[in-house]
């Protein structure tokens, strides 16, 4: 009949609608572990998103020993450590590191004044900041972008999945250009 | 759904491998490592001038780590009360805190700055910055020009 197309229709809307629930399912997971982790990285300069760093200060008998085997045996057995350190160094003459794990020891040895430096790393929220930043790199830097295309994915799929007033052809359009607008007008106000 | 169930598998499989790389005991970082002989610290420290420019491998236990960043190490001389800078580009490796006390070997290119007593005092501030001692930092211990050798880092194994 004239005026009528001819094949098969595709169902784009429906499609938007299954990708977009099933892609998001998916990503629920990375989306919280990426958000959470970019706010995170997002204030390093105020704070340590990967680390607990604390110090705290012991006193022991001065250390006299005169060879670096003699002061760090000395040094283990005042602080009462059960093992071995795995490093040692001496920064100056008057300065011995032990080196733990998670802990180092700053020991003063004419003063027997010890520096306990603490460093825990923040449990999740480390995990979370390492696949974020990509520290693993291998097979996860194609994960991750496989993440990055499905929230393309997602975004797209997002725009078609109602119709009507709430659609992306009236408030849903409205709303879209206005969160544009915001980095946009950000890189032109602020930035460049 | 079976596509659903082996997605979700084949995704967790994949992320656990990745992961599992965090988790030995010997990593390597960056580029590999090429170098069949290693120079010592102290020779690198003794004439800088004589290394500048030259590509070195280097061995010693890691006793700072940048705790802003993980964007360098510093890795002691082979003779006491030494050490140098190992300086990586951000992003591209990533020294964690538990390296400290490992022992490093590492790659890379001897550098030589020469700063002037601002310039020093602007570099130490960063340098105080990134180890978290901002607060403690005196400029007036820094006297005049300095000059700096570290080794710009292209890879290392950390065991």
């Known amino acids: 009949m004239p005026g009528q ?12 609608i299954v990708l977009h629930r099933d892609v998001g399912y998916l990503a629920v997971a990375m989306t919280l ?9 997002n204030h390093i300069a105020d704070w340590n998103p990967n680390y607990r760093i604390s110090k705290s200060f012991v006193a022991v008998a001065p250390i006299t020993a005169t060879t670096t085997p003699e002061m760090i045996a000395a040094a283990v057995e005042r602080l009462g450590l059960s ?49 974020h930043l990509n520290h693993p790199k291998n097979a996860w830097t ?10 393309i994915l997602l975004a797209v799929t997002g725009l078609f999945v109602l119709k009507g007033k709430q659609g992306i052809t009236r408030r849903g359009g409205w709303l879209t250009a206005a969160g544009t607008l915001v980095p946009v007008g950000y890189w032109l106000l602020y930035v460049q | 759904m079976n596509i659903i169930r082996s997605s979700v598998v084949a995704l967790a499989v994949a992320a656990l491998t990745a992961s599992a790389s965090l988790a030995q ?12 002989v290693k120079t010592p610290i102290s020779s690198i420290l003794k004439d800088p001038k004589a290394y500048e420019g030259k590509r070195v491998q280097v061995e010693g236990t890691i006793v700072e780590v ?73 400029p007036s211990k820094i ?14 194994r950390v065991k």
């Open chain 1, 142 to 151: 194609y994960i991750a972008d496989l993440y990055a295309l499905s929230l």
């Open chain 1, 33 to 41: 572990a990426y958000a959470i982790s970019g706010i995170a990285v």
């Open chain 1, 83 to 131: 093992a071995a350190p795995k490093g040692t160094f001496r920064p100056d003459p008057q300065t011995l590191q032990l080196f733990y794990k998670e802990r180092v020891y700053h020991v003063d040895l004419p003063t027997g004044k010890v520096m306990i430096e603490s460093t825990v790393p923040r449990r999740v929220l480390y995990e979370m900041n390492q696949l």
């Open chain 2, 66 to 138: 940048c705790e802003e960043r993980g964007c360098w190490i510093r890795i002691a001389s082979d003779k006491e009360f030494e050490a140098i800078r190992f300086k990586v580009q951000d992003g591209v490796i990533t020294f964690p805190m538990e390296a400290k006390g490992k022992v490093a070997l590492a790659e890379g290119v001897v550098a030589i700055t020469n700063l002037t007593r601002e310039q020093a005092v602007e570099q130490a501030r960063e340098m105080a910055k990134e180890r978290g001692t901002l607060g403690s930092f005196d």
């Open chain 2, 25 to 36: 005991s010997t990593k390597d970082y960056g580029k590999p490592l090429t170098l069949m």
């Open chain 1, 5 to 16: 197309t001819t094949g098969v229709r595709i169902p784009w809307r429906r499609w938007s």
């Open chain 2, 143 to 156: 006297k005049g020009p300095v000059t700096d050798v570290q080794i710009t880092g292209e890879g290392a």
